[in-house]
């Protein structure tokens, strides 16, 4: 039953898609620079092998920055939510 797991979690590292840092920065449309501060601050999903080998998993390092983003309100959208903190504000 152990050989069964050994077995299941190499699989599922083989099965992951990693990335270096300039691939993950390619992704992201980061600078290198930038990705790394956002490694020391442990602000990026990544993970170290030995003291100077950084990779990414593809897919956590998409949710990650699907996660990130943010919905930009269309003028109709801004105009509207204005109108409604007016009208319970009294403005």
């Given at each position: 039953m152990?050989?069964?797991k050994k077995e299941t979690k190499?699989?599922?590292q083989a099965a992951k898609c990693w990335l270096t840092v300039e691939q993950?920065?390619?992704v992201l449309h980061y600078s290198r620079s930038y990705?790394?501060?956002l490694i020391m601050r442990k602000a990026v999903p990544h993970?170290?092998?030995g003291p100077r080998r950084v990779l990414?998993?593809?897919s956590e390092l998409q949710e990650w920055q699907?996660?990130?983003m943010q919905q930009i309100?269309?003028?109709e959208q801004m105009a509207e939510a204005a109108a409604s903190y007016c009208l319970n504000h009294g403005c």
């Amino acid at each position: 039953m152990d050989m069964n797991k050994k077995e299941t979690k190499q699989e599922t590292q083989a099965a992951k898609c990693w990335l270096t840092v300039e691939q993950a920065a390619e992704v992201l449309h980061y600078s290198r620079s930038y990705l790394y501060k956002l490694i020391m601050r442990k602000a990026v999903p990544h993970y170290k092998f030995g003291p100077r080998r950084v990779l990414f998993d593809q897919s956590e390092l998409q949710e990650w920055q699907n996660q990130k983003m943010q919905q930009i309100p269309s003028k109709e959208q801004m105009a509207e939510a204005a109108a409604s903190y007016c009208l319970n504000h009294g403005c």
